[in-house]
């Protein structure tokens, strides 16, 4: 009878113990265990992302090196398209460039901005509102290039005037681009009109561009940009002057 006792003492402290270690799993170690594989996971998420951290660090070290040369590009392209129309710059521009080719300016005349249309890549949006193009265009806050239309009519001789035109090419800092010319002979006599005598050989030139901003300029497009509507003469190469530092040619409003 006490053998019995025993053995079924025996095998209920056994059964406590594997009651006690099926507890112990479900309540101690499991929850620890998913601890741990939560830790790891997140350990490996943020060893990815100091990966992809460490990689653009070490773009942004590689662009700093090049910031100098990018200052220099942005710089050109300020110089090439200014915040606003800069006339005062871009007739000087032209008169420097007409120096020494014996170049005379009748007139320089600049039209009303408008936004430029920049090429974009098609959108889902804009293709649902086909519409949409179809109002006028007019400044919005994602305008930031602007075309100012602008004619340049000279007078020189035939070489005379393809020397400033190779000059306007290869040496205008200003972003101007050439939509027309137009060359044609004078007639050899008294000038007029703001026209120097013409003698053999003498043409006179038109050109019409445009020249771009990089936002809207911030005067009345309807009202100020009419007052570039100008006239200016630059004198003959033999007639310029040498002092670098002297007053600008003086410029007349068109009527």
């Known amino acids: 009878m006490s053998m019995t006792k025993s053995k079924m003492w025996t095998a209920g402290a056994a059964l406590v113990c594997v009651l006690l270690l099926v507890a112990s799993w479900f309540l101690l170690i499991d929850p620890v265990r998913a601890d741990a594989a939560q830790v790891r996971e997140q350990t490996q998420t943020q060893e990815r992302a100091n990966t992809q951290l460490r990689a653009r660090i ?7 090196k090049n910031l100098p040369r990018l200052k220099l590009e942005l710089d050109a392209v300020r110089e090439a398209m200014p915040a606003d ?16 080719t014996g170049t005379t300016f009748i007139s320089v005349t600049a039209g009303e901005p408008a936004p430029r249309n920049l090429p974009s890549a098609p959108d889902a949006a804009a293709q649902e509102k086909p519409q949409a193009k179809e109002t006028e265009a007019g400044p919005t806050s994602d305008t930031v290039v602007w075309e100012v239309p602008v004619t340049f009519v000279a007078t020189s001789t035939f070489q005379g ?8 090419q290869d040496q205008m800092p200003r972003a101007l681009l050439v939509n027309d ?3 044609a002979a ?28 990089l936002q809207a300029p911030d005067f009345d497009l309807d009202g100020t940009i009419g007052e570039m ?14 002092d670098e530092d002297s007053e600008p040619l003086p410029t007349e409003a068109a009527n």
């Open 161 to 168: 005037s393809q020397a400033f035109l190779q000059k306007m």
């Open 58 to 64: 070490a773009t942004l070290e590689e662009q700093f």
């Open 181 to 183: 010319l137009s060359i």
């Open 85 to 100: 129309v800069a006339e005062s710059s871009l007739l000087r521009e032209v008169q420097g460039l007409a120096t020494g």
């Open 229 to 242: 509507d100008q006239r200016i003469v630059v004198p003959p190469a033999d007639a310029a002057s040498d």
């Open 186 to 213: 004078r007639e050899p006599g008294k000038g007029g009109n703001g026209k120097p005598a013409a003698s053999n050989g003498d043409v006179e030139m038109t050109i019409t561009g445009h020249v771009f901003v």
